[in-house]
């Protein structure tokens, strides 16, 4: 079946740190995936789509990977800030497919 | 620029009751998605539009969720006879082309069915 597992645990981290988030799944074949912030009370902020193609994307300090093999994006953010400390959600677009998955978010909490 | 409106922001309604909730985009984006979030989870797509053209239905629930588009603008997600289970947040987003991969969503409508 298919599934996108992203830690359901808090992760927790010191300010000025770099913040790792994952997302893995499963009997998808995603063309693009991206990377959504979500504050509490309030809808998902869109920060970064990666292609299929792309390695790697940046901007300022967010950084995503994309590895097809491995079935897995992985999400940075250097020099963690209190301001950071979110849920971000990864969301699947299969190719040819107008409809994203979402997965359940990973919290990040980050401490001053 | 306006974001993305919801209302009403919160509905209390009794069992049985239909519902109209309405998703006001961002002025001149051409894609509309309707999603249900439950607590802790991801949103869940449930419909989505291209101008006033419903281009895929396949997440509604059941033939008492139904959502328009007349003039490609302001959307209205209805449900009917809703159960205590509709209960949930409900958020729509809206995308400037008909790609529809970047999103800007609401701040949703928080559906409580008693």
Known sequence: SQKIEQNSEALNIQEGKTATLTCNYTNYSPAYLQWYRQDPGRG???LLLIRE?????????????????????????TASQPADSATYLCALWEGGSY????????????HP | ??????S??????????DVALRCDPISGHVSLYWYRQALGQGPEFLTYFNYEAQQDKSGLPNDRFSAERPEGSISTLTIQRTEQRDSAMYRCASSL??????QYFGPGTRLTVT
């Open chain 1, 44 to 46: 998902p902020v869109f």
């Open chain 1, 53 to 77: 193609n792309e390695k790697e994307k940046r901007k300022e300090r967010l950084k995503v990977t994309f590895d097809t093999t491995l079935k897995q994006s992985l999400f940075h953010i």
């Open chain 1, 99 to 110: 409809i994203p998955t979402f997965g359940r978010g990973t919290s990040l909490i980050v």
């Open chain 2, 1 to 6: 620029g306006a974001g993305v409106s919801q």
């Open chain 2, 8 to 17: 009403p922001r919160y509905k209390v309604t009794k069992r049985g009751q």
């Open chain 2, 97 to 102: 082309d008909i790609s529809g991969y970047e």
